[in-house]
Nanobody
Framework: QVQLVESGGGLVPAGGSLRLSCAAS????????MGWFRQAPGKEREFVAG????????YYADSVKGRFTISRDNAENTGYLQMNRVKPEDTAVYYCNAGGPLPPITTATSGYWGKGALVTVSS
């Protein structure tokens, strides 16, 4: 079992940067692939970025490629999403996932989930 807690959300101006953190309980986090999903108001939850259990490979949605960077520090049981050059359409609740899908499978149905962190991008 893995418990996940997101932090670092908030209000950020368009073009700015924000870093989300995902703190996981226990050392077992290092055995799981992890990722970030987001859900905007009135929309379905969608894949944003993923990373393999050892950090060897990363994956990104086309909408965030070149702007967001996913990383992890298994020694600290923490995952990160660095968000640069944010856009108003990035506004959403961001969820951390462990043990879920990686591309080409991006359906947000499996694994463990945090409760989300709200990111609001102002114009």
């Amino acid at each position: 079992q893995v418990q996940l807690v997101e932090s670092g959300g908030g209000l950020v101006p368009a073009g700015g940067s924000l870093r989300l953190s995902c703190a996981a309980s226990g050392r077992s986090f290092r055995n799981y692939n992890m990722g970030w999903f987001r859900q905007a108001p009135g929309k379905e939850r969608e894949f944003v970025a993923g990373i393999t259990y050892n950090g060897g490979s990363t994956y990104y949605a086309d909408s965030v490629k070149g702007r967001f960077t996913i990383s992890r520090d298994n020694a600290e049981n923490t995952g990160y999403l660095q968000m640069n050059r944010v856009k108003p359409e990035d506004t959403a609740v961001y969820y951390c996932n462990a043990g879920g899908p990686l591309p080409p499978i991006t359906t947000a149905t499996s694994g463990y989930w945090g409760k989300g962190a709200l990111v609001t991008v102002s114009s």
